[in-house]
Structure formats: structure tokens, C-alpha cells
């Protein structure tokens, strides 16, 4: 059996293995923090590389943490040169040919309410909401990623889920 210590992150398949595993959810991670899919992507990517050229210094065991730390520091990185606004990607969904036009408008008006509230939530609680009700993290695994304790993700998600029932009428109703 070989110990998780002497596994090599520069052997290909290991590498691939890696890559297959974490990709979606560090680009979602990203994308969480800044709202734009292609930025997400490449900051994903470039992580990616900055593991595999430093593959010989990196521990099986803590790649996933390390591949975590340096795409964050890419994102801070990036948003130091500019400001970055949450710009959903709207997507194109067929509607049942049963569905009234009234309802279809109340939905995309609904849709668009929520969108506009998620976006005007403060980056902390944006991204703790999404990576739970989008990704379906534990608050455990959110804190890990995000580097912060348990009550800390427990409390931006409270947060969030107060703003989002003062500014979207819909919710108000619903226990979320």
C-alpha cells in the first residue's frame, strides 16, 4: 500500500487525477467571489499550473488547501487593478409550451429580483450563500475553503438570508 506522503503530485496520472476532482468546484469558488464565469476559469487554470510547475515542493496529502490559497491569491491579485461587479450569466432555459406568458414574466421578474439581490449582497456573504445553496457545501467545508471559522460562515449566511428576505417580497413568505 503506499502512503499517502509518497504519492507524487508531478506524476501525470496523479496529476489528472487531481485536476478532475478540483477544477469545477475551485472555478465555482472563484467565480462565487467575483460573478464573472471567464475570469473564474482562467484564475482556475492558472492555479492549476502554478501546482504543476511547483509540483516537486507540493504534498499529496495538502493539495487541495494549497491549490484553494493560490487561486484565492490570484483573485486578490486581480481585483486590486479593478472592481468587480456580480454579472450573472443568464441562462437560456426552454419553457414548457404549458406555462401562461404571465407566468413566464413573473418568473423572469422574479429570477431577476433575486439575481439583483444575490449581487447587492456583500462579497463575504455572497460568496458563503452561493457555495452552500449553489454548490451544496457544508458550513464546515465553506470555512475550510475560505480559511475562517464555522460561526463566522454560520453568520454571513444568517446575514445573507436576512437581506435577501428584506429585498426580494417573494421570500418574505418562505422559510429559507
Not at 42 to 66: G, L, R
Not at 146 to 170: C, G, H, P, W, Y
Request: hydrophobic share 40%; with cysteine.
Amino acid at each position: 500500500m503506499i502512503e499517502e506522503k509518497n504519492i507524487s503530485v508531478c506524476d501525470d496520472i496523479i496529476f489528472s487525477e487531481i485536476y478532475e476532482e478540483h477544477y469545477t468546484s475551485l472555478r465555482n469558488f472563484i467565480y462565487y467571489k467575483n460573478g464573472n464565469l471567464d475570469e473564474a476559469e482562467d484564475v482556475a487554470q492558472e492555479a492549476f499550473v502554478k501546482i504543476w510547475n511547483m509540483c516537486k515542493d507540493v504534498i499529496y496529502a495538502t493539495v487541495k488547501s494549497y491549490l484553494f490559497s493560490i487561486a484565492n491569491r490570484l483573485f486578490l491579485n486581480n481585483i486590486r487593478h479593478e472592481k468587480v461587479k456580480l454579472n450573472f450569466n443568464k441562462a437560456h432555459t426552454q419553457q414548457s409550451q404549458s406555462e401562461t406568458p404571465e407566468s413566464i414574466t413573473i418568473g423572469k421578474e422574479f429570477k431577476e429580483k433575486l439575481e439583483l439581490a444575490i449581487a447587492n449582497l456583500s462579497e463575504k456573504n455572497r460568496t458563503v450563500f452561493l457555495l452552500n445553496r449553489i454548490d451544496k457545501k457544508k458550513f464546515r467545508e465553506i470555512a475550510v475553503l475560505l480559511d475562517i471559522s464555522v460561526k463566522t460562515v454560520e453568520k454571513r449566511m444568517s446575514e445573507a438570508l436576512k437581506q435577501l428576505k428584506n429585498n426580494v417580497e417573494e421570500l418574505k413568505t418562505f422559510k429559507i
